[in-house]
């Protein structure tokens, strides 16, 4: 795993490591990345996957911020964090061609070129807050046409430049398979290669759960971090994790 800098300097990856507003970062052919921003916002990458981190500004007094990801190339899953819960129009991801809003949600999909699929993966409205919902658009004939998906395991396809995302439809398990297992994910029901029963790498609770003890000590993090004291980052033990910043010396910044 690597990160490539603006200034195009780069530098290999080990856990805990950093990195920093306008980072490229790269997985290798056998390789997931989990990337754990100051606001709980989580991103997963699978195998030869690439994003940038365009922008992130964040004050954990007012969970307050904007945040913006650029999805280059690959699989990949997020969680939505506090930028989005507070103001959702101030959370995008951008695909290769289009764009993705997000409003307190859970998403997966993949890049391939400039063909990108969106799987909106919850939550949903009874799992204790509002209904997730995400709205992906591009740009065709110079304006903006997109497509909302409120249904959790619905999904949207944007098959190229100057081309508006498909309408919503079910994701099966079948299609939903070859991204949930490169990041270490399988969607309920599916086990192994669809069709085979054979073993292979399917959810592990224990892993989701250490996602969410990690964001709640970086929402600890965030408290301290506003009242000046910066306590030791949580690191991940079972998968990388790198926690965003703006600078040399790792501050988030304002």
């Known amino acids: 795993m690597k990160a490539v800098s603006l200034a195009e300097e780069e530098r290999i990856l080990d856990s805990g490591d950093p990195v920093f507003e306008g980072d490229t970062v790269t997985t290798g052919e056998n390789a997931r990345m989990q990337i754990l921003l100051l606001d709980q916002t989580v ?6 996957s ?12 007012t969970h307050e911020g904007k945040l913006n990801a650029d999805i280059l190339k690959g699989v990949y899953r997020f969680i939505s964090g506090m930028i989005a819960h507070q103001k959702p129009e101030h959370m995008t ?21 400039e063909r990108s699929l969106v799987v909106l993966l919850g939550p949903d409205a009874g799992e204790g807050g509002e209904r997730g919902r995400i709205f992906v658009s591009n740009i065709v004939d110079g304006e903006s046409v997109g497509v909302e998906i409120s249904e959790k395991g619905f999904g ?23 991204i949930m297992n490169a990041l270490n994910y399988s969607p309920s029901g599916v086990s192994g290669e669809p069709g085979t029963g054979s073993p292979s790498s399917t959810f592990d609770p224990a892993d ?20 000046g004291g910066m306590p030791t980052l949580p690191q991940s033990v ?10 040399e010396d790792g501050d988030s910044g304002d």
């Open 43 to 48: 991103f997963t990458i699978g195998p030869s």
């Open 50 to 61: 690439r994003i940038r981190l365009d922008e992130f500004s964040y004050d954990p007094s």
């Open 93 to 113: 991801v951008d695909l290769p061609v289009g764009t993705i809003g997000i409003r307190g949600t859970l998403v997966a999909g993949q890049s391939d070129g």
């Open 156 to 178: 949207t396809v944007i098959e190229g430049a100057d081309l508006a995302p498909i309408p919503p439809f079910r994701i099966s398990d079948a299609d939903l398979y070859p």
């Open 208 to 227: 989701m759960a250490q996602t969410f003890t990690l964001m709640s000590q970086m929402q600890e993090y965030g408290y301290k971090a506003a009242q």
């Open 238 to 247: 079972t998968v990388p994790s790198v926690m965003v910043g703006r600078g």
